[in-house]
């Protein structure tokens, strides 16, 4: 079984703070991938990043970056210096690949509040 | 490159009426996703369809919902009949490759919201 827990139902912040995302996932295999998707007002679902189990390297893009640690089953995502363009719902999400087909597993997303 | 094409982006309809929504999948895709998304559940696969077969159909709530797959580039999902607790965004996402691959990533739509009353 897979699950995905993101604890933070809504954070507020104020334009150029930063601001961390929490990801907490569950999975009995050893080979997943772990994603992170933008909704924003509009409605639309965005890709953002994907990585795999066996990439612990964090990675950095503009003001966003993301911390994978295996250790923890966490996959956080940090967006540097907020805008209000940021406000959006974010979802972390998995799918493993070990037990063969599996779903893309949803966490209830993270509702992300930028003021100016 | 166009994306993943959903219609209508909006529908509202009275229960009991025959509802189908519309999905363009990204040109050389392969696989096909319908999701829906409440307040209550979150995002739920409701069925996936890879090249024009449909793989799982679990998530399909009852037997009023089907979906098909009648070319490569298109599908639809229908609702018959309706009712108020379908109302929902319902997303149509498309991959190059099948979920279990480790090429894919699924692409949505915009959704189409729909209202039941």
């Known amino acids: 079984a897979q699950k995905v827990t993101q604890a933070q139902t809504e954070i507020s912040v104020v334009e150029k703070e930063d601001v961390t995302l929490d990801c907490v996932y569950e999975t009995r295999d050893t080979t997943y991938y772990l994603f992170w998707y933008k909704q924003p007002p509009s409605g639309e679902l965005v890709f953002l990043i994907r990585r795999n189990s066996f990439d612990e390297q964090n990675e950095i893009s503009g003001r966003y970056s993301w911390n994978f640690q295996k250790s923890t089953s966490s996959f956080n995502f940090t967006i540097t210096a907020s805008q209000v363009v940021d406000s959006a719902v974010y979802f972390c999400?998995?799918?493993?690949?070990?037990?063969?087909?599996?779903?893309?597993?949803f966490g209830k997303g993270t509702m992300l509040l930028v003021s100016p | 490159d166009a994306g993943v094409i959903q219609s209508p982006r909006h529908e509202v309809t009275e229960m009991g009426q025959e509802v189908t929504l519309r999905c363009k999948l990204i040109?050389?895709?392969?696989?096909l996703f319908w999701y829906r998304q409440t307040m209550m559940r979150g995002l739920e696969l409701l069925i996936y369809f890879n090249n024009n077969v449909p793989i799982d159909d679990s998530g399909m709530p009852e037997d009023r919902f089907s979906a098909k797959m009648p070319n490569a580039s298109f599908s639809t999902l229908k609702i018959q009949p309706s009712e108020p607790r379908d109302s929902a965004v319902y997303f149509c996402?498309?991959?190059?490759?099948?979920?279990?691959?480790?090429?894919?990533?699924?692409?949505f739509g915009a959704g189409t919201r729909l209202s039941v009353l």
């Open positions: 996402a498309s991959s190059s490759a099948p979920p279990g691959t480790a090429k894919n990533i699924q692409y």
């Open positions: 040109s050389g895709h392969n696989s």
């Open positions: 999400a998995l799918i493993s690949l070990n037990s063969g087909y599996s779903t893309l597993t």
